[in-house]
């Protein structure tokens, strides 16, 4: 099932913490993938944030940041995530 | 932790009120000190009317006491008895000044006049009997003189006891409201000195951690705004202060993670690009044969 929107959310939350950095993170870790932005599926968001975790800057408590990217989400499209 | 504008607002709210309360202590105090005064004054002349007639009503008792003595001397007589007729004057004039509609005498007071008037009254008609007894003959001697005012001087009592307590009154009265105004005087004093030693203590912690509190926060960012500036971004930039200096401090550390995390970009792609340049065929270093 693809999932509308889902960049949007993740960047916002990305956003609060590194600014315009956000994008070229989520370009990065999709290109890491091999991935296209229409392409994400739910059972790839999983997958999605192990990758993101990698691409985060030091500076930024990146555990945290990653529960506040799936928490947006869970809300946004009611899912049910895996902790990572 | 409070924001400047909250610092600032309660600041300001605390003198504020401090200055409504100053205001409105004195206000009511002086006010009501303004009337105790005037009470004062008028407690005072009425005392003092009062005891001009006293001393008149003595006077009184002095020249029948003289014509008594005299009896016997026409000249000395009709002497003493035209200083009494006098002083009767004086009296009259001066109850006759109390009962004036309006005096600043009380109902109370007036209708204590009226009854000394009466006394006053019932005097005179006993002394003047006395006086044309005495002229004409029929009493002879101080003594005979002397008990046939005696009734008349009874009834005399009543002005004369009636003034005394008055006066006491009077000057009660009036220390009573100077006591009063002292009282409030001293309330003012201890109230002000309160609230302004408040103010001043409230004042004096305001002055020291408002400006702390707006020009460290801002000085330590301006620093890490400058080493950023520089090329040092490694630093985060950790400002402890109110929501509007730690709001600007976030923008600014989100700003210097964002700088960082491009640049670690850069440098990675430029290496890249080196890489590749290095490992195109063209630039290989031709084998020699």
């Known amino acids: 099932m693809d999932i509308i929107g889902w960049r949007g959310v993740v960047a916002g939350v990305l956003a609060e913490r590194v600014g315009i950095l956000s994008e070229v993170i989520i370009d990065e870790t999709l290109e890491e993938m091999s991935v296209a932005e229409d392409e994400m599926q739910i059972h790839m968001l999983g997958s999605f944030m192990k990758h993101l975790y990698t691409k985060l800057p030091n500076d930024i408590d990146r555990r945290k940041l990653l529960h506040e990217i799936r928490d947006s989400l869970m809300t946004e499209y009611h899912l049910l995530l895996a902790r990572n | 932790m409070l924001s400047v504008r909250s610092k600032l607002t309660i600041a300001f709210s605390i003198f504020f009120i401090a200055l409504f309360a100053q205001f409105a202590l004195v206000y009511y105090f002086s006010n009501e000190s303004a009337a105790l005064i005037t009470q004062t004054i008028k407690a005072h002349e009425q005392g003092n009317t009062l005891t001009r007639l006293a001393i008149e009503g003595q006077k009184l008792r002095r020249y029948e006491k003289e014509f008594f003595i005299y009896a ?69 001697g101080t003594l005979a003189a002397n008990k046939a005012i005696q009734d008349a001087k009874n009834k005399f009592r009543v002005f004369l006891k009636g003034t005394a307590t008055e006066i006491d009154n009077k000057v009660n009265q009036a220390r009573d409201f100077s006591s009063q105004v002292e009282a409030n005087l001293a309330i003012i004093q201890k ?99």
């Not at chain 2, 309006?102 to 006086?131: C, H, M, P, T």
């Not at chain 2, 702390?212 to 520089?230: C, F, N, Q, W």
């Not at chain 2, 990675?268 to 490992?279: D, G, H, I, S, W």
């Open chain 2, 72 to 140: 016997d001397n026409p000249d000395r007589r009709a002497k003493y008895s035209g200083e009494w007729n006098n002083s009767y004057g004086k009296l009259k004039d001066g109850l006759a000044l109390l009962n004036a509609p309006r005096s600043i005498w009380s109902q109370a007071d007036k209708e204590r006049a009226q009854a000394w008037n009466e006394s006053l009254n019932a005097y005179a008609s006993g002394f003047n009997k006395v006086d044309v007894a005495v002229n004409n003959g029929f009493i002879n």
């Open chain 2, 191 to 289: 109230y002000l000195m309160a609230l302004s030693a408040a103010a001043l203590a409230v004042g004096g912690v305001l002055l020291l951690t408002i400006p702390r509190a707006i020009a460290g926060p801002i000085s330590e960012l301006t620093e890490s705004v400058i080493d950023i500036s520089k090329g040092n971004i490694g630093r985060p930039v950790t400002v402890r202060g109110g929501p509007e200096v730690t709001g600007l401090a976030e923008s600014v550390e989100r700003l210097r993670i964002a700088l960082k995390g491009l640049m670690l970009r850069m440098s990675k792609l430029q290496e890249e690009r080196n890489q590749r340049t290095a490992n195109t065929p063209s630039n290989k270093p031709k084998e020699v044969a």
